[in-house]
């Protein structure tokens, strides 16, 4: 069994920062890419950003300058530092991992269950 566990998430007012992270636990192989994914009310689900196992990083354009992902490959751990939030940010913060389970011969999608981030005075 593989879980993706986040934390972080809150109310914080605009200019303000937090930050968000995700465990994944369990019966694990390898991961590959661990991102963060972002679902307003009414939009569609989005990348916001994402980074390999060997540190290569990508970032919607929405939240460039702003966001820093890292991670933790020895903890299986990502980070999503978000700084200068905008009340545009808020939304449903999604983990997402590229993962291998032990006994299986494949890479697959794992989601967190969302931390909620809210952005407002």
């Known amino acids: 069994q593989v879980r993706l566990v986040e934390s972080g998430g809150g109310l914080v007012q605009p200019g303000g920062s937090l930050r968000l992270s995700c465990a994944a636990s369990?019966?694990?192989?390898?991961?590959?890419?661990m991102g963060w994914y972002r679902q307003a009310p009414g939009k569609q689900r989005e990348l916001v950003a994402a980074?390999?196992?060997?540190?290569?990083?990508n970032y919607a354009d929405s939240v460039k300058g702003r966001f820093t992902i890292s991670r933790d490959n020895a903890e299986n751990t990502v980070y999503l530092q978000m700084n200068s939030l905008k009340p545009e940010d808020t939304a449903v913060y999604y983990c997402?991992?590229?993962?291998?389970?032990?006994?299986?011969?494949?890479?697959?999608?794992?989601w967190g269950q969302g931390t909620q981030v809210t952005v407002s005075s």
């Open positions: 997402n991992a590229d993962l291998r389970a032990r006994r299986t011969s494949v890479f697959r999608d794992y």
């Open positions: 369990g019966s694990i192989f390898a991961i590959n890419t």
């Open positions: 980074i390999t196992s060997g540190g290569s990083t």
